[in-house]
């Protein structure tokens, strides 16, 4: 590794190495990537990694739109013949019970189609057209996202990670930030950010982005920084996803499903070998540390699930559980990411807290976080997501209250 670089990206997960492709793409600066483990080895190797437009707040929806583009064609995107998103075009179906929700479906459906984002509602007759093994006697409102769909997270972050490198960037792994190298300012702020150690030594870097995710409290607090890591207001928690086997297989092509009608605001959609997938919109388990993730599935939340899908898709009635796996969210107040010149570090730039849904904006978040820090205007503006937002009670909610589909 060289001792220094114009920009240190702590983290190969999609936001990372979507950042560090970004970078390449657009400048000459010289780029190190880092991950303490395998790339790919935090919350991003979890994912369901569903592609889907539909939020309230205008920027996630643009953010959204944008990525979509690049997932549809993700060889050209990054201009390399050989990397391999896994799109699949499956289309998006989400479901509101009678009451406020279905008023909210409604409005965002429309706020959306201003953007840009093709989108509609549909009747019940339609719907199970598109999905017949629903059941809907219990939803009064429908909304269709017909260019969405799932995609391999592993198989997205490795295609930027092979076009990153092969614009230069340098990609180390098993290279942990063992923490930020801070150097005393005349202040204020009393210090600045001028590289990382790592077991093969300290780098130097103009800038360093902190992309991290779950572990950036643990980053902070490495680095000597505990009381400014309070300020990053940062929750991290479990998440189960369960797999289902069912009567006849379930095919790949299966709309997903978000299921709003539920207090967990469900979400299902194809697997692999013909099972369904199955997870939560809903807070998770609290994790004090995302290094101490049990990988149970607990019995009752399997029942839970269970009951639930065998209810709106009477074929999973007693379905047998097939597999199931744990992965982290790292959660901020409003469900939304943190981007943005980390406000009393100088030479640091935040990019956490995607809160359960930054695989569908990795692609665009990544450029555009690569333009600002550039000092290019983005093609979204990133204010709405500087991390000080939180302290001016400028949070970014989103209709449906707190979750992942602000
Ligand atoms: C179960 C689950 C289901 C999800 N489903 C969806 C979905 O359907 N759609 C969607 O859009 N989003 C979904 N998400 C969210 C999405 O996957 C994440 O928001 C996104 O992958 C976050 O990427 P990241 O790069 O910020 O973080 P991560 O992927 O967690 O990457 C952080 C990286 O930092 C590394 N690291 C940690 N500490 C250090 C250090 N000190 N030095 C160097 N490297 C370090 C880790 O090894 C890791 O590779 C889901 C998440 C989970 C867990």
Same mark, same amino acid.
């Given at each position: ?36 483990? @395998? ?21 996630? +929806? ?8 690049? $997932? ?14 896994? *799109? ?12 406020? $929700? ?9 706020? %959306? ?15 199970? @057209? ?14 269709? @996202? ?69 572990? +950036? ?35 790949? @092509? ?25 997870? +939560? ?23 839970? %699930? %269970? ?8 074929? *999973?009635?007693?379905?047998?559980? +097939? ?35 930054? *695989? ?29 937002? *939180? ?16």
């Amino acid at each position: 590794m060289r001792s220094g670089y114009d920009f240190v990206i702590a983290g190969g997960g999609v936001v990372g190495a979507s950042v560090a492709f970004h970078l390449a793409e657009l400048s000459d600066a010289s780029v190190a990537l880092l991950d303490r483990g @395998e790339v790919c080895s935090g919350g991003t190797g979890r994912s369901c990694a569903i592609i889907r437009s539909h939020y309230s707040v205008a920027s996630n +929806t643009a953010l959204t739109l944008r990525s979509l583009d690049v $997932f549809r064609d993700f060889r050209e995107a990054l201009g390399e013949g050989d990397v391999e998103c896994g *799109f699949v075009n499956s289309g998006y179906l989400i479901l509101s019970g009678p009451g406020a $929700f279905a008023d909210q479906l409604a409005d965002n459906l429309a706020r %959306q189609r201003a953007l840009g984002a093709d989108t509609s509602s549909i009747g019940r007759a339609e719907a199970r @057209e598109r999905h017949p093994w629903l059941e809907l006697g219990d939803v009064a409102a429908i909304g269709w @996202e017909p260019a969405s769909g799932y995609a391999d997270p592993v198989g997205t972050t490795n295609g930027y990670v092979t076009a990153a490198r092969r614009r230069g960037v340098a990609v180390f792994e098993n290279t942990p930030v063992e923490r930020l190298r801070l150097a005393p300012a005349s202040g204020p702020p009393a210090a600045r950010v001028t590289g990382v150690t790592t077991p093969d030594g300290d780098v130097e870097a103009e800038c360093v982005v902190s992309a991290v995710g779950p572990w +950036t409290r643990g980053l902070y607090a490495d680095s000597g920084l505990s009381d400014d890591a309070e300020a990053l207001r940062l929750q991290v928690s479990r998440h189960v996803v369960l797999t289902f086997g069912s009567v006849a297989p379930y095919g790949p @092509e299966l709309p997903i499903v978000k299921d709003l009608t539920v207090d967990n605001k469900m979400y299902f959609r194809p697997a692999d070998g013909g099972d369904v997938l199955v997870g +939560t919109g809903d807070f998770g388990d609290p994790l004090e540390d995302p290094d101490r993730m049990t990988a149970a599935a607990p019995r009752d939340l399997v029942s839970l %699930q %269970q009951a639930q899908i065998g209810a709106r898709m009477p074929a *999973f009635e007693g379905a047998p559980l +097939t597999d199931s796996w744990v992965g982290p969210y790292d959660i901020t107040p409003d469900w939304n990411p943190v981007l943005g010149p980390a406000p009393s570090l100088p030479g640091l730039y935040l990019a956490y807290g995607f809160s359960g849904h930054g *695989f569908k904006m990795a692609p665009a978040i990544g450029r555009c976080v690569a333009q600002s820090l550039l000092g290019e205007a983005p093609d979204v503006d990133l204010e709405p997501y500087r991390p000080e937002r *939180f302290e001016q009670e400028a949070l970014l909610l989103g209709a449906y209250g707190s979750g992942s589909i602000s």
